[in-house]
């Protein structure tokens, strides 16, 4: 079964660092690929999306990704972090072929910046 | 905010019950997908439907069902339920096929 892997579980940054969050998947096919966020107590908002095209993106609030095809990888990058960041980032999939409806998630990764 | 809206926000049941969530979804969405998420897990698909027909369904018990209706809002019915059907529920709607998702604040489901 195709799966979505984030490395890290909790990372926690000082105000400014800069942030970097893994996500690779496992279908070497074509795939359409987002970034999610979950603010605490708000739902899932769309950050950014790669579905053909530049494989540098840019979403909302700062935040790029990169689509790395060779390496089935689509990372999550800010340069500069606020508290304002802290909430759970849920990189997620799309295949194509059969059950290119569905979504399917990594597990998240809890990010806490610390002022 | 998406558009997406779900009813109730939190529930509690007792195993062997019933439950039925209720998912409204943004204007101009036809097609609207259902996702269980356990705590400190990633969503999980369960089912999705496209113009009141199921067109997709993840790994999931056939006690789990839904419905779609004409203007598009939908329902998501759990049978006898057990203590690991515990999570937050979320509904999503997108315009089409290869649309983007927008996702619903959930429905908190605690089975006791």
């Known amino acids: 079964a195709q799966s979505v892997s984030q490395h890290n579980h909790h990372v926690i940054l000082s105000e400014a660092a800069s942030l970097e969050l893994g996500c690779n998947y496992s279908y070497g096919g074509t795939v359409n690929l987002f970034w999610y966020v979950q603010y605490p107590g708000q739902h899932l908002q769309l950050l950014l999306k790669?579905?053909?095209?530049?494989?540098l993106v840019k979403g909302i609030k700062g935040f790029e990704a990169e689509f790395i095809k060779s390496k089935f990888s689509f990372n999550l990058r800010k340069p500069s972090v606020q508290w304002s960041d802290t909430a759970e980032y849920f990189c997620a999939v799309t295949y194509s072929g059969a059950g290119s409806y569905q979504l399917t998630f990594g597990k998240g990764t809890k990010l806490s910046v610390i002022p | 905010e998406t558009g997406v809206t779900q009813s109730p926000t939190h529930l509690i049941k007792t195993r062997g019950q019933q439950v039925t969530l209720r998912c409204s979804s943004q204007?101009?969405?036809?097609?609207v997908s259902w996702y269980q998420q356990a705590l400190g897990q990633g969503p999980q698909f369960i089912f999705q439907?496209?113009?009141?027909?199921?067109?997709g369904r993840g790994n999931f018990p056939p006690r789990f069902s839904g419905l779609q209706f004409p203007n598009y809002s939908s329902e998501l019915n759990v049978n006898a339920l057990e203590l690991d059907d515990s999570a937050l529920y979320l509904c999503?709607?997108?315009?089409?096929?290869?649309?983007?998702?927008?996702f619903g604040p959930g429905t908190r489901l605690l089975v006791l």
């Open positions: 790669y579905f053909s095209g530049d494989p």
């Open positions: 999503a709607s997108k315009r089409g096929r290869g649309e983007t998702q927008y």
């Open positions: 204007s101009g969405h036809n097609t």
């Open positions: 439907y496209y113009r009141e027909e199921e067109n």
